[in-house]
């Protein structure tokens, strides 16, 4: 399985991003999807995931109302669209999978596929 990101880079406070995930050798249709992310001195924050069980997404509430997830099942992809970002949304974003038609948006320790991550800055 190999897991692929992309989008990310820079906005201003108060701007909007978008960033992607695709994965490719899935054996399954039935997986959870999870975002997280780290700030430089902090922990890995897990943010949002989608599930398979009727897309079912859940958030963070550092983000809830402000991020959303779309997937394209077609694609095996994952979109997390970000917006009124400020500058404590800056950190590396990563994507993850879970072979389980659920998702858990902070036990990273579930996931088994990781994506290499993308940087996100937001700042004036």
């Known amino acids: 399985v190999q897991v692929v990101e992309s989008g990310g880079g820079w906005a201003q406070p108060g701007g909007s991003l978008s960033v992607s995930c695709a994965a490719s050798?899935?054996?399954?249709?039935?997986?959870?999807v999870g975002w997280f992310r780290q700030a430089p001195g902090k922990e890995r924050e897990g943010i949002a995931c989608?599930?398979?069980?009727?897309?079912?997404?859940f958030y963070a509430d550092s983000v809830k109302g402000r991020f959303s997830l779309s997937r394209d099942s077609a694609k095996n992809a994952l979109t997390l669209q970000m917006n009124s970002l400020n500058p404590e949304d800056t950190a590396i974003y990563y994507c993850a999978y879970v072979e389980s038609p659920l998702c858990f948006v902070h036990d990273s320790e579930t996931y088994n596929y990781w994506g290499q991550g993308t940087q996100v800055i937001v700042s004036s």
């Open positions: 989608l599930s398979s069980v009727e897309d079912g997404s």
């Open positions: 050798g899935f054996g399954t249709p039935y997986y959870g």
